[in-house]
């Protein structure tokens, strides 16, 4: 893989975390503050993205947004990997019957495409941010559930366990100190890819008016709003549009570099 793609997109990763972090950084604007004899404006000095359909300048939304968009992202990955991964450990050092029970769980997760179970979740759960990194991380689980499932029974194998429960280690500690550590690694890399995915589940939600509440900035219900306008402000759909798909694409290219060199891979 190309060293200088990956570099720019963990610059652009570390620039989205900064500006989640500390958006007064990038922008002096009040997202919030609305303007109305500034409405729908184009890009020009005074507002370098341009203005919405009620005054508030673009770029101080799509800077503040990052934190709600990202958080939807890694939230939901968090949620699931350590939920799907203490249901893939106890599958795969558990019982034949508690196997059966979480793998065949899994598999009518899995039968469902994940956007759709996520909507199921927050129609009960009900909207808002909390919800939707909960939505979207319960329709991940168990996906990482098998996968860590699977690196578990390979590990629990492994001549290195066995040397431990053979010296007499207690089943805990070979567990906590071989077994998870080891399960985990791997499946850590490949959520970092997944992480985009789940960004774009979390913009979906925010679209369909069940993420992120208005009149707090978010991506995806910047663009759901944007396109009442798209024909008379294209800045305004542009940009957030524009962000998420730079987001997704370096969290992509970061994951598959990560991926790459944990297999012994440079490309």
Known sequence: MNRIGV???????????????????????????????????????????GTDENGRDVLARVVHGTRASLLLGFGAIAVALVVGGLLGLAAGLGNRLVENVIMRLSDVGMAFPELLLALVVITVAGGGTANAILAIGVANIPSYARLVRAQTLAIRRSSYVEAAY?????????????VLPNAVKPVLILATI??????????????????????????????????????????????????????????????????????????
């Open 194 to 267: 997944g992480v985009g995915t789940a960004l774009v589940a979390g913009s979906a939600l925010s679209f369909l008016g069940l993420g992120t509440p208005p009149p707090e900035p978010e991506w995806g219900s910047m663009l759901s709003t944007a396109r009442n306008f798209i024909s008379r402000a294209w800045w305004y759909g542009v940009f957030p549009g524009l962000a998420i798909t730079l987001t997704v694409i370096s969290v992509t290219v970061v994951g598959r570099a990560l991926r790459l060199r944990s297999e012994g891979r440079t490309g």
């Open 166 to 178: 053979a010296l007499g280690l207690p089943g805990a500690r070979v567990i906590l100190r071989h």
């Open 7 to 49: 570099w720019l997109a963990a610059a652009v990763l570390a620039v989205l975390v900064l500006a989640a972090l500390a958006p007064g950084l990038f922008t002096g604007q009040d997202p919030l503050a609305v303007d109305s004899g500034a409405t729908l404006q184009a890009p020009s000095a005074a507002h370098l993205l």
